[in-house]
């Protein structure tokens, strides 16, 4: 599966040599390929995921999650259970993964996808922990960031979601929709170019 030469399975649907950063051909350039491993339990089918994540992390984007872990059986003690899901959390987790630096190419952001975060997550801010509700919307708010300055931006558009999301929680106004506005608000600020800003707004 990985060989190289002659080439194996993975760098002819991947298009890129396990474990170096230099191109091969792809089998069939025309289309998405679409593997599925099949077999009885203990044959090998996480092994070989994990090599394919391992021959190729830092190379092209790439994300792995284990459905059985610990984080994806239920909420942490602190998030209500209506508020969490394994799907959520997966989504996360798999972003994360793929936002990760690659050899030659930018960060992969995720602006939708960041804000439908925060819109189920906000779910769970009822009771106003501002320091929970920081960290979580900081993790969130790291999948839209594409430079080497993620951790103070996010910190700041943190900071300006959290002071938001408390005031709705402790006031009279809509939980959800100041999270998800103090969060678009923040996205079209970081935009420099009035042209970005225009096509945020």
Known sequence: MFDVEPAGLVPRIVGLRP???????????????????????????SAVLGELRDAYKGHTPVALVDCAEPQF????????AESWSPVAQALLV???QLAEPVT????ITFPRLM???????????GDADSERIRREVERILLLNESGSWISGLAGR??????AKVVAAATGTGPLVSGAIEATL??????FASRRQQKASV
């Open 115 to 125: 804000s439908g975060l925060v819109a189920v997550a906000a779910g769970g801010w």
């Open 73 to 80: 059986a239920g909420p942490p003690a602190e998030r209500p």
């Open 104 to 107: 030659g190419a930018g960060r």
């Open 157 to 162: 558009w943190a900071g300006k979601v959290t």
């Open 19 to 45: 474990y170096q950063h230099r191109a091969h051909p792809l089998e069939h350039p025309g289309e998405l390929p679409f593997v599925v491993l099949t077999g009885a339990r203990g044959l090998g089918k």
């Open 185 to 190: 608000e923040s996205v079209a600020e970081g």
């Open 94 to 96: 798999i972003a994360e």
